[in-house]
């Protein structure tokens, strides 16, 4: 690095992080997630505003590459956030509802269709019709992608949009995320694929270096790190010595399943899953204090850079009528097949309609998991720079939807407002707290108690 970039780049990521800080403040204000705001950056950031000029002037070739290896520590960082959030104990007791919605007809006996099997099926439909446009080495590995990135949910912004409204602990809300997190480890699996079979032959060899490195995670690391992280938090705060026990394996994880011929992503992800949990408490966990801590930087400087560079590969400014029409059915499909898919499932299960719809339009949400699918697709060549530019557009048209429907469907007060209002939510801390109109919405507040107690029989 020449001495003239050294300033050139401190002032670039101080610039990103203050943006990206404005943004999701703006976002947060109009009653969205963080994220959306912090995408629309990134994409106002690129070549779509004023042909490049803005990003050619902020962020100089000479300095992208060392964007884009922080834009790379920071996805590390996440999939293993993501790894760690979902909990097999969220999922326990709502196997039968949860697997039915998620899993659609992959297992036998189960119903037809679900919020993976429909946007799949439709997806790869939908490939073989672009793909004479967007031509790519392998037509098998374009039309399993294409399924892939219509299948996958976001399970970390979905979340977020539960406690901003209040329903993290309702039913709703249990089954909501559970068909989350069944949604994302699908999706990893189905993009695992694609990425062994896009590999120019090496994918018999990726799987079979994957399948024992599977195995040795689950059976030798995970009691390895109950016995390393035990007791490693004292006074509310994990000790040095989890911190550099988590970094070092999350890293080395990262790495091997890159050198296996799969991406880092899924090693990454693979350690955030078989990070020990707290029996009884998993919130005051070790790996709840670590995932914390490795959140909080991760949110306010390395994330930001991804999306700032995932942003400089999206130009909206060159699309003509043909590239609107295809924007137009991939956002049929990726809306369609998931709305679809979950309602149909969940309404086949015994959920009640409105509930149904519900967990439907939550399943659309799509957020940053889906950019980051999309940049290993662009990497991989399955996806040519208009595609990417129109997935990326679904990816925030899909998430930004979430919350004002789901806003119509449950509507909730922005804030407590007089004496004569209710708690929606058991939750404390003020975190997406919930009010409703007592007097004159009676009727809405049964409906939501409903969402909070109903099980299917």
Known sequence: MGSHQVPTLLLALALISLLAFAAGAVARHLRQPPVIGEVVLGILLGPTLLS????????????RPFLSALATIGVVLFMYTVGTELNAGLLRGRRVVAGTVAAGSIAAGSIAAGSIAVPFGLGALLALHLYASHPTDSKTGF????????????????????????LSRTWLGSVALACAAIDDV???????????????GGGSLSALLFLPYLL????????????????????????????????VGLLTSAAVTDW???????????FGVVMPRAATTPEHGVTAQVGDRISHLNGLLLLPIFFVVAG?????????????????????????????????????????????????????????TELIILAVGLELGMLDGQLYSSMAVMALVTTAMAGPLLQLLYPVAATPRRSGTRRTSGRSGGEGLGTETAPRDERRKSEIDQVQHHEPG
Not at 148 to 153: I, K, L
Not at 328 to 335: E, K, Q, R
């Open 260 to 270: 296996i011929g799969l991406h880092f992503i899924f090693g990454a992800f693979l």
């Open 52 to 63: 490049g000029a803005v990003s050619d002037t902020l962020f100089p070739e000479d300095i």
């Open 312 to 368: 400089l590969k999206v130009d909206l400014s060159t699309m003509d009528v043909g590239d609107l029409v295809e924007l137009a059915l991939i956002l049929a499909v990726a809306v369609g097949g998931k709305f679809v898919g979950a309602f149909t499932a969940a309404r086949l299960g015994g959920v009640p309609a409105r509930s149904a719809t519900a967990l439907a339009v939550l399943m659309n949400t799509r957020g940053l």
């Open 143 to 166: 039309v399993l992608f294409m399924g892939a990135a219509m299948s996958v949910t976001a399970f970390p912004v979905l979340a977020r949009i539960l406690i901003d409204r209040g």
């Open 186 to 200: 699908l999706a990893w699996t189905l993009l695992a694929v694609v990425v062994a079979v896009a590999g120019a």
């Open 216 to 247: 040795l995670m689950f059976a030798v690391v995970r009691p390895l790190l109950r016995r390393l992280l035990d007791d490693r938090v004292t006074g509310g705060q994990p000790r040095p010595t989890a911190l550099l026990v988590t970094l």
